[in-house]
């Protein structure tokens, strides 16, 4: 023994080098009681010198004793016990030395003597933890000594029977092992154990032994064989049962979520009630590309998408996560291995990659930067600024508002039927129709009242009716088909109203095929005769005016807007809230707080799974019924009177099918984009025939996202027609017993691209509704059409000012053929000098861009607000314009709004992944808005700023995603130098103002770090290829805010319109930082701009870098903790506001927008 050695090497070398028996159990008493009392850091150091291997040989030696002594094998398995989980090479020690075969036959000598059998299981359990171990004691035939120490229940030795089902479960690991107790027939035994234990453990004292029960099961049925003889011995009914039992008891909560994992596991994988997933739509695209998801589509055979194939039975069953941070962390790992590690790829390149010959087409793009004005009046400057001419518009027949209908009981003249089918059917270019009738102008007036009429039969009356007695009730007991009442141009019956501000609308299409009346002949007559036919009965419905609230809002002319809307389905039917309008409401919605067992951080979502579960057990309790159905295109609607009825054929609607399950239940089958066979995520949808008062539920069955913001307070969109007609028409967010889990639908790996088959995500949510026979609307998030953007672009250019510069150019025409709007808008020159013409033209440019994705339309309602602030006539907006040119693409995929897409467009492609090399004719916005860009880099006149306008669905907040060479090379290896790392930070200041000026916007969710599989993205390619330093992508939330000024609450319309307009501030201070000597003569208005920030402007508690305006700081009562999201500690709110206090001031509610002016 070496001088200076410790006390822990002195002992194992006596035990290692003494003979005497008794030497050495005294010695393995001491190194009992050591390691019993010093815990985890003194094992380390018994491992750390070599006591694992003395202890192993000794049981070795040991065992060739005849009969080995029972004390000496009972002290060195207790030690083993103890020693074995800090060593990590104590599996294959023990194998290599031989003392795994010496316990196994300790075992089976032993199984009545339980002072020997414990510390031998408790050793056991160590080996089994590796796998190959495991497999050799599985032959070994210790499987079966596990099953003849487990049993029924007992009062006995329940400690050893628990170490035996922990040593069970671990051998079950191993997939030859579960297969082994397959065939053994274990699986009914433990199923019959767990019932046992269930019944008898009335007090739950133990608990761990059902725990270890349903481990063991649930390692078993990790392969396919295992969760076919767990369905075969009807375990998914015992588990039901008996995890139903445990709810009210909260301390079975893990008994209840290992079940429900098992259960979840097992439920047999169903192919989704369709003939395709492939959309229900299609369009021919001018050339398929040569490889890619849409070239593998086109190129699989009819059905092959529903083949039952073994990729979702695999017996490589995923590990589900125990909690969302795992899942988190996961995700985090994944960035990290997709941040862009090649410098060169990270340095901008400013090469053109076209001549400029070829770009030179697009000059006519940019009139601003060559205007000389000579022409221009500036007596009347709105004569020197025109727009391009829009499109002809078509003359199909539009249906406004949408619901369901029978049948009209009249044939239409010949004429009518003529536009039907051109309606119904290929949709005529307007040149190939030179003797058609020019579009009716929309008539000009205010929204004073729409009135609606209704014949008992479910057709509407196009005739002139006088409002009748009682009119909200007849409305509640008949609607089915709501059409607005009109006449022609003149104002026919209208003309007259003795004295009542009323005006009627253009009557529109019916269903049946009856055509809007363009005033006087046949269609008249008709419409006359059926007035007639039916008593002149109907209800005349006075929606109050809000025009007022409404400014950029005409019903008239979004019904104009839609008849030059091109959808692949032909629709002809317009939906209430696109109609009507939105207005955003007074009242604050908060993010609801999670459900304990709904939305609980313990997966998997218990309440729902049981639920589904029972639909597998009580088989004949489900209805299985389909009343809507859009792969039944001749009618898609079945109505037999008892069941609630659906619709989606109008622009952006998106459901496919409806199934009722239960009475008050329903599944729901969204559509995927066109030429694809997925993305499924956005709906929005009409349901009407509703009970008052009854509990319905939907099931959204088809989601694809793995997680969802529903799961962290986000709720639905609903908009009740009802309420629109009583002076309240918006949407608001709705639903209880909302959550977002993992069902039991699956794709195919060959419908999944190759990927093993995927599994779909059910959104669940319940609603009440509180009028008869409503129509209401439900929506992923706030809806904003195609039609709308047109409709919101001719208001806008109507309240065109003479000072400001306002150009609407057609930038291209899309594969659906829509037109793809540009806007140009500044500020015009005082006046025709040098000076002020030179100004003009050397203005630096900001480029904006907004719903690639049509998903995600709170970029549209940014947007809006962007679009809004730079028209507005406030100091702030006229400094903003002579700042600035703006070059806006508000919507860069109108074919995928149109059509109800959640991501693509007709391409079947996501144009953001498209910035690269875009193909002119697959996708020519990107195509084009490029080549704008490329143009201004070849003329030296880059963007100072690009944004791009988008959505998050699984973050809070609104946030950027910039680009920055040093940011990326710090979250990855590279070794460079620092001149290599050479940049200059201007790419922040941005996202720091808006962090300081805009509540919504979050600094801390920010990031700069360029990633290899968003290296074809606008914001990517933008800095790159055209050299912009300040290339952005701007995410706006879904859900709501954690932190700042809305913290807590959902984000609404009137957020994100705030959004568009701070942003715009954001830009004019960005201006000042970079160029100030170009405002000082404005510096009266910078001092506004400056007391807004600085003055009224305070740091809120929960984020430094986020200030809040204090004037219009509204707290709430709870904070919702989402630290099983974030990882963050909740804040403690001080400044709780009275949970009652619900509504916002009337100055607060006005002022939102005023705010910035």
């Known amino acids: 023994m070496s001088k200076g050695s410790s006390g822990m090497e002195v002992i194992l070398a006596t035990l290692e080098n003494t003979q005497d028996l008794q030497t050495i159990l005294n010695i393995l008493y001491i190194l009992n009681e050591l390691l019993t009392v010093g815990g985890g850091r003194r094992v380390g150091v018994f491992v750390s010198k070599g006591g694992t291997g003395i202890l192993l040989q000794l049981v070795l030696s040991g065992s060739k004793e005849s009969p080995p002594s029972e004390e000496l094998m009972l002290q060195l398995h207790s030690l083993l016990a103890k020693v074995g989980p800090k060593d990590r090479k104590f599996g294959v020690k023990a194998r290599l030395n031989g003392a795994l075969n010496v316990t196994v036959n300790l075992l089976k000598q032993n199984l009545q003597n339980h002072k020997l059998l414990l510390p031998c299981l408790q050793v056991l359990r160590v080996y089994s933890s590796n796998s190959v171990n495991a497999v050799s004691l599985g032959k070994n035939g210790v499987l079966e000594l596990m099953f003849k120490i487990i049993g029924p229940y007992s009062k006995k030795n329940t400690s050893l029977l628990k170490v035996s089902l922990d040593t069970l479960g671990a051998l079950l690991k191993s997939k030859t092992n579960a297969r082994r107790a397959v065939d053994r027939a274990h699986v009914p035994v433990l199923l019959y154990i767990y019932q046992d234990w269930h019944r008898n453990d009335t007090r739950h004292r133990h608990m761990l032994i059902r725990k270890g029960v349903l481990g063991c099961l649930k390692n078993i049925t990790n392969i396919k064989l295992g969760r076919k003889a767990f369905i075969d011995a009807d375990g998914m009914r015992i588990l039901y049962n008996t995890s139903t039992e445990c709810l009210p008891v909260r301390t079975l909560d893990p008994l209840i979520n290992t079940s429900s994992l098992i259960m979840r596991k097992c439920f047999p994988k169903n192919r989704l009630p369709l003939p395709t997933i492939k959309s229900v739509f299609h369009h021919q695209l001018p050339h398929v590309p040569a490889g890619g998801p849409v070239a593998q589509l086109y190129n699989q055979p009819l059905g092959v998408d529903d083949v039952v194939d073994e990729s979702d039975d695999n017996d490589d069953v995923e590990t589900e996560n125990d909690t969302e941070n795992e899942e988190e962390d996961k995700d985090h790992h994944a960035r990290n291995d997709d941040i862009e590690t090649d410098i060169n790829k990270l340095r901008p390149k400013e090469t053109n990659s076209r001549p400029f010959e070829e770009l030179k087409i697009y000059e006519r793009f940019f009139l601003e930067l060559s205007e000389d004005f000579q022409r221009f009046n500036f007596n009347n400057p709105k004569s020197g600024v025109t727009a391009t001419p829009a499109a002809p518009k078509s003359q199909r027949p539009i249906i406004v508002p949408t619901a369901q209908a029978l049948p009209p009981k009249y044939p239409t003249a010949a004429p009518l039927q003529e536009e039907c089918h051109l309606a119904k059917g290929e949709q005529p270019h307007p040149e190939a129709s030179p003797l058609a009738p020019a579009p009716t102008p929309a008539p000009v007036h205010t929204l004073d009242t729409i009135n609606i009429t209704k014949d008992h039969d479910g057709c509407c009356d196009h005739s002139q009716v006088r409002p009748q007695p009682g009119l909200e009730q007849e409305l509640v007991q008949g609607m089915e088909r709501v059409a607005l009442e009109g006449t022609g141009p003149q104002g026919g019956a209208g003309g007259g109203g003795g004295g009542v501000n009323r005006h009627y609308r253009q009557p529109p299409l019916l269903a049946g095929g009856v055509a809007a009346r363009q005033g006087g002949g046949a269609e008249e007559t008709l419409a006359e005769e059926w007035a007639e036919e039916e008593g002149g009965e109907g209800a005349v419905l006075e929606v109050p005016d809000t025009a007022l609230l409404l400014p950029l809002h005409d019903p008239d002319l979004y019904v104009e807007m839609v008849k030059s809307t ?461 050299g912009v330093q300040r290339s952005y992508t701007m995410e706006s939330t879904l859900c709501g805010c954690d932190q700042g000024k809305y913290k807590g609450l959902q984000i609404g319309t009137r957020e994100l319109e705030e959004m568009g307009a701070q942003f715009c501030v954001a830009l004019l201070r960005l201006k000042r930082l970079t160029s100030p000597l170009e405002l000082r003569n404005h510096a009266h208005l910078l001092d506004v701009e400056s007391d807004l920030i600085e003055t009224r402007c305070k740091v809120s508690s929960s984020s430094p870098s986020t200030y809040v305006l204090e004037d219009e700081e509204h707290s709430f009562m709870e904070e919702v903790d989402y630290s099983a999201e974030s990882g963050d500690e909740p804040d403690n709110d001080p400044d709780a506001a009275d949970p009652h206090d619900n509504r916002l001031s009337d100055s607060e509610s006005n002022n939102h927008r005023d705010s910035l002016t």
């Open 566 to 1026: 091109r959808s692949v389905p032909q629709y002809s039917e317009v939906a209430y809230p696109d109609y009507f309008g939105h207005v955003a409401p007074t009242f604050r919605e908060h993010i609801l707080e999670r459900v304990y067992g709904v939305q609980s951080p313990l997966p998997p979502y218990r309440t729902k799974i049981f639920q589904d579960i029972e639909r597998l057990i009580h088989p004949n309790d489900i209805l299985d019924k389909v009343v809507y159905d859009l792969d039944i295109q001749s009618c898609p609607v079945i109505d037999d009177g008892e069941s609630l009825k659906f619709n989606s054929q109008f622009e952006s609607g998106n459901l496919r099918k409806a199934i009722q399950a239960r009475k008050f239940e329903y599944d729901l089958v969204l559509n995927s984009d066109i030429n694809s066979n997925h993305y499924h995520q956005w709906f929005y949808f009409e349901v009407s025939g509703m009970r008052v008062g009854a509990p319905y539920r939907f099931n959204i069955i088809n989601c694809e996202k793995s997680n969802s913001q529903f799961n962290y307070g986000m709720q639905v969109l609903m908009y009740s027609v009802q309420e629109a007609i009583s002076g309240r028409p918006r949407w608001v967010r709705t639903g209880t017993d909302i959550c977002y889990y993992k069902n039991h639908f699956s794709r195919s790996s060959i419908a999944a691209g190759g990927q093993k088959g995927k599994s779909y995500y059910t959104m669940t949510f319940s609603m009440t509704f509180n009028h008869k026979d409503d129509v209401c609307y439900f929506a992923y998030h706030y809806p904003y059409t195609y039609s709308t953007l047109k409709m919101h672009l001719q208001k806008l250019e109507a309240l065109r000012t003479p000072q400001i510069y306002m150009r609407q150019d057609i930038l291209c025409e899309t594969l659906g053929g829509n037109s793809c709007p540009l806007l140009t808008i500044t500020a015009m020159p005082e006046s025709t000098s040098n000076d002020q013409i030179c100004q003009f033209r050397n203005r630096p440019l900001v480029f904006l861009s907004s719903r690639v994705h049509p998903g995600e339309t709170n970029a549209s309602w940014v947007m809006k607000g962007t679009l809004e602030f730079l028209m507005g006539s406030s100091p702030l907006a006229h400094s903003l314009r002579e700042a600035y040119i703006f070059k806006i693409v508000p919507m860069l995929n109108p074919d995928g709004v149109v059509n109800g897409n959640h991501r693509c467009s007709l391409s079947g492609e996501d144009l953001n992944r498209q910035w690269q090399s875009p193909s002119p004719e697959l996708h020519p916005t990107i195509y084009h808005t490029k080549s704008l860009l490329q143009y201004l880099a070849a003329i030296q006149r880059a963007p100072l700023v690009f944004c791009d306008y988008h959505g998050h669905s699984r973050k809070k907040n609104v946030f950027m995603y910039g680009c920055s060479l040093k940011e990326t090379v710090w979250q990855t290896n590279i070794s460079a130098t620092s001149c290599e790392l050479h940049e200059d930070l201007g790419y922040r200041t941005l996202p720091k103002i808006l962090s300081q000026t805009a509540p919504a916007f979050s600094m801390a969710s920010c990031s700069f770090v360029v990633e290899r599989s968003k290296e074809a993205t606008a914001r990517v390619v933008v800095w790159r290829e055209i």
